[in-house]
């Protein structure tokens, strides 16, 4: 589908959005692409507030071809985005640690992602501990650690370098935010704003992020997405950054350097984590209550922590399996969907943009096979579970 007179409009111009069209062009479509961002400054988008980090540790082997195709990307970014393209990648890898009872399983999970071309190293917790002497190994049972492959950049800049070649190849952005999809039968024809305009359109791309579910709904579709607010933490600690992984704590905090510091984070209790609404407030108790203890305890040299800042995003929860939603909707086919990645869009934008681009372009994924992750298991309620989350 690469006449000139086709017309793709793509609601939402964070990562995904971007990703998408920059993929477009790159798989031949010659029409035109509008990207409808609401907020150009993206001051609250997940893209901007995220931890911008990249791990091949999934239970789902399709995340772990999606980190891949990813990282390889971050990797060669000049190849991508010419020769001033710089995100600081840095390929530190993250330690997922264990406890006594998740051996096997912790075990299991490696081996096949090293069957997926993941580099992981198993480590007995005295392995660990002499990697990373700081560390408290007493109650873990099992190490994991992703020699390559794996670790964090500035997703603010990936973000403006994608934008800049999408609109290079001839993406529009346009300002504006999408209140009503307009459909024919089983096709939609154009998105409305809410300062009045129509934009006519061949395809539409929901990549809205934590409002997938509220765009879906312009269109009486329900997907389980919904926005659920993550605090993160800049702490500056005793311990120094250097040699230091990601961390994910069994606990389930995870930290990382981040300039002189470092940033840590854990998911509240389901209890204390309804839809946020506007909300994007710092939930400081969670550093007060939570976090304080049990960082102390895995690493006691950071009892004494002194906080620098506190932010809060907005992950794009899919309710149903905290795995991205990606493809076309099974009746309205020229909609298709790209969020709900709870936690690992930024990660697995590159793989997503792509796909959807083959999608409109060529009909079918001819690269790595997303479609696992198609709306279908939504409507028939088969949640695929990716197992490691945070
Ligand atoms: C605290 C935190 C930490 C995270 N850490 C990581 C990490 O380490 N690694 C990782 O891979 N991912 C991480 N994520 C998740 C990641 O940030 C998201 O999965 C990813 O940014 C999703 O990108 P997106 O473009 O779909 O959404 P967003 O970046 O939220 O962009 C959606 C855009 O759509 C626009 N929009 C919405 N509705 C409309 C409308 N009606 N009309 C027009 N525009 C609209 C919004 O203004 C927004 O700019 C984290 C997220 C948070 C909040």
Redesign the pocket.
């Known amino acids: 589908m690469s006449e000139k007179s086709q017309s793709v409009v793509i ?8 990703f998408v069209a920059y993929f477009l062009r790159k798989e031949g479509f010659l029409g035109s692409i509008k990207v ?4 150009s400054t ?1 001051q ?11 791990r091949t540790q999934f239970g789902c082997p399709f995340n772990i071809g999606m980190s891949l195709f990813g990282v390889d990307l971050l990797k060669n970014i000049k190849s991508h985005f010419g020769e001033d393209a710089e995100i600081g990648f840095d390929e530190r890898g993250y330690l997922m640690l264990g406890s006594h009872q998740a051996i096997d399983s912790q075990r299991d999970n490696a081996l096949m992602q090293r069957e997926q071309g993941a580099s992981i190293d198993i480590l007995t917790p005295g392995e660990a501990l002499a990697r990373w002497p700081w560390l408290n190994v007493e109650d873990i049972g099992i190490a994991t650690y992703g020699c390559a492959n794996e670790g ?1 950049f500035d ?1 603010w800049t990936l973000l403006q370098l994608v934008r800049r070649e999408a609109r290079k190849l001839g993406a529009e952005y346009v300002n ?4 009503a999809i307009d459909s024919l039968g089983e096709k939609v024809v154009g998105v409305r ?1 809410a300062d009045g305009t129509a934009i006519p359109c061949d395809w539409c791309v929901n ?6 579910g ?2 879906a709904s312009l269109l009486d579709i329900k997907i389980p997405v919904e926005p659920r607010k ?3 933490f800049h702490i500056k600690t005793p311990v120094s950054g250097a040699g230091f992984p990601m961390l994910f704590d069994n606990s389930g905090l995870y930290i990382r350097p981040e300039g002189e510091g470092f940033i840590v ?1 854990i998911s509240p209790d389901e209890a204390r984590d309804p839809h946020p609404g506007d909300d994007f407030e710092p939930d400081h108790y969670l550093l007060e209550e939570v976090l304080w203890e049990k960082l102390a305890h895995r690493i006691p040299a950071m009892e004494q922590l002194r906080l620098q800042r506190a932010w ?5 929860m899919n309710l149903l399996d905290h795995n991205g939603i990606v493809g076309a909707h099974d009746v309205m086919k020229n909609f298709l969907i ?2 709900g ?9 590159p793989a997503t943009g792509r796909g959807i681009a083959e999608l409109i372009v060529h009909g079918r994924y001819t690269s790595l096979d997303l479609s696992p992750l198609g709306y279908e298991r939504i409507r028939d309620n088969k949640p695929i579970v990716e197992s490691i989350v945070y």
Request: proline share 2%; net charge negative.
């Open positions: 609601v939402g111009g964070a990562i995904i959005g971007s409808v961002e609401k907020d993206y609250y988008s997940s893209t901007a507030l995220s931890a911008a980090s990249v964090w997703a504006g935010d999408v209140t704003l990549a809205a992020g934590p409002a997938g509220q765009v993550r605090t993160i984070g809060a995003g907005h992950y794009e790209a969020t990645f709870s936690g690992h869009g930024v990660m697995h934008s």
